[in-house]
């Protein structure tokens, strides 16, 4: 997970064995499962919850889904 050139915050809660390519950044109170692979230029939002095995594709943006 150690890329230098990608952002995650410290609150951020990040799994082993994720992936996280370059040019990404990932907010406070994150939640990434184990294996998950993120692409770069990602963004992920404050409170957003990822699981298990995922791929984000290169481009994403992440919200925070919400509750109506």
Known sequence: ??????YV???AKI????VIEP??????????????WIGSNVTIMEGARIGKNCNIFPG?????????
């Open 23 to 36: 040019f990404t950044t990932i907010h406070n109170n994150v939640v990434i499962g184990e294996g998950t």
């Open 15 to 18: 799994a082993k064995n994720v």
């Open 9 to 11: 915050h410290p609150g």
């Open 1 to 6: 997970m150690n890329q230098p050139l990608a």
């Open 60 to 68: 994403s943006v992440i919200l925070q889904s919400l509750k109506i």
